[in-house]
């Protein structure tokens, strides 16, 4: 990017420590977007990402430690998911953050600032019998008509008001899954009344993921210290 070059150079010039620290979160800012820019890309050409094998557990917690950051403290969220962080799935290194930060962002927005958000995983299985991980996040706000539970994974469609969304939080979502060999389905969560997002990811047989982290210096051990760039639907 242009704006790239032009930062690096304002970095080299500037001898404020609070101005370098303001340029240095939006060099961070530029760099987490690329992941974003080529995905949405891939869509438009039809090309996939390339998912491998990912430890689900620092995941998870890097993505508990954001989403308290990210949310005013009238809103509640909480998170169901010991059992199933020992474990290995097939997702790309920036895809279960991104996903979710997502739906709790989106979460967030549907009730107002003020309300319960709820983060669970569980092991599940596959229509075809492969084992895999469900990870759901529900809200207590007021849900979707079931009429427009499919037509909100469109791109480009969003239910904020003019200048409020991108439309793209969700189509970004259903893309991780499905291109991971999962899935991801809207519903109405049955516990909170709101809003219900899963996605599913088929779990990662012991020792497949091996020769894939020996290639590329172990992602799932650098999968903490990436940027995940947030899109609101």
């Known amino acids: 990017f242009a704006a790239t070059g032009r930062l690096q150079l304002l970095l080299k010039r500037a001898d404020d420590p609070t101005m370098r620290e303001g340029l240095v979160e939006i060099q961070k800012t530029l760099q987490s977007a690329s992941p974003l820019i080529s995905g949405l890309l891939a869509a438009h050409r039809g090309t996939a990402r390339a998912p491998g094998p990912l ?23 909480s998170f169901d998911d010991a059992a199933v962080r020992d ?41 075809d019998g492969r084992d895999g991980v469900a990870i759901a996040v529900e809200d207590d706000g007021p849900g979707l008509p079931e009429a427009m539970l499919e037509t909100v994974l469109q791109p480009f469609f969003t239910t904020k008001g003019e200048g409020k969304g991108t439309g793209l939080g969700l189509a970004i979502c259903q893309r991780v899954a499905t291109e991971a060999g999962g899935s991801f389905a809207l519903g109405r969560s049955e516990s909170l009344g709101g809003l219900k997002a899963e996605a599913k990811f088929p779990l990662e047989a012991p020792g497949e993921g091996d020769a894939a982290d020996e290639a590329d210096g172990s992602p799932t051990a650098l999968a903490g210290v990436n940027s995940v760039l947030i899109v609101e639907d």
């Open 55 to 77: 430890e689900l557990g620092p995941e998870l917690q890097q993505v508990e430690r954001l989403a308290r950051q990210l949310l005013p403290i009238r809103c509640e969220i």
């Open 87 to 127: 474990l290995t799935i097939h997702c790309d290194r920036q895809g279960v953050q991104q996903l979710l930060l997502n739906l709790i962002v989106n979460a967030r927005d549907a009730v107002g600032g003020r309300g319960r958000i709820r983060v669970t995983a569980r092991r599940d299985t596959f229509s």
